[in-house]
């Protein structure tokens, strides 16, 4: 497993689609090293628009696998991309939805970091693409990455090892729980065991409480 890149921007204030806002997605990829702090100052020189939906502690880094990259070019039928095309700060390798799971524990540089979510695309990855349903496309491949919240601080640098320290309660992968939120059948056992995981964000708590609350409904 390998940082490959590591990417920062601030925000910039940009209109799409009738909307003015601002917007930290533009990430460029920077020589580092870069301190990665604890919620709320995250990674120096890094910031969000939105820091209520996109700066929470559960969200403090968010990191995208390479491998993805030549899927959505050739999905999409684009060029070569940059690094931080999907607003990521890191840029990894070997770090697949299927492999990493929610509460996973890794070392980046001096950094550790917890996994705590899938991401869930808004309008403004449709707005970097390009594409206005991009977010749709996106969902659907599963091809997500995710979001961690920092244990320890410490200083992070591209092409550099990246270290599990330890696998999540219950072993729940990127992959399954975000199959679960949007393709999942509302299997009363599925969604238990995933509310069951202590390093799932509130956010998605929230989400899959709601999905749980309905399937027992339904019975």
Not at 5 to 20: A, K, Q
Not at 140 to 152: E, Q
Request: glycine share 10%; aromatic share 10%.
């Amino acid at each position: 497993m390998k940082l490959i890149s590591l990417n920062i921007s601030m925000p910039v204030t940009t209109s799409y689609m009738g909307r003015t806002f601002e917007t930290g997605i533009f990430k460029n990829s920077v020589d580092g090293p870069i301190m990665l702090h604890s919620w709320p100052k995250n990674l120096d020189g890094d910031g969000q628009g939105d820091s209520r939906s996109h700066g929470t502690e559960h969200k403090a880094v968010y990191a995208y696998p390479l491998e993805h990259y030549s899927y959505w070019q050739k999905e999409l039928g684009c060029g070569k991309f940059q690094f931080g095309q999907f607003g990521e700060n890191f840029t990894v390798q070997g770090m697949l939805e299927n492999e990493v799971h929610i509460g996973d524990i890794f070392r980046f540089g001096d950094a550790e970091v917890e996994v705590t979510q899938p991401r869930s695309p808004c309008y403004k990855l449709g707005m970097k693409m390009g594409i206005p349903n991009f977010q749709d496309l996106f969902i659907k491949s599963h091809l997500t990455g995710f979001y961690m919240r920092v244990l320890k601080k410490g200083n992070v640098w591209p092409n550099s090892e990246v270290t599990r320290l330890k696998v999540g309660d219950g072993k729940l992968s990127i992959r399954n729980i975000h199959t679960l939120r949007f393709r999942g059948h509302n299997n009363i056992k599925d969604l238990q065991k995933a509310l069951a995981v202590p390093a799932l964000s509130e956010e998605w708590r929230r989400q899959l409480e709601a999905l749980l609350q309905n399937t027992n409904r339904t019975k």
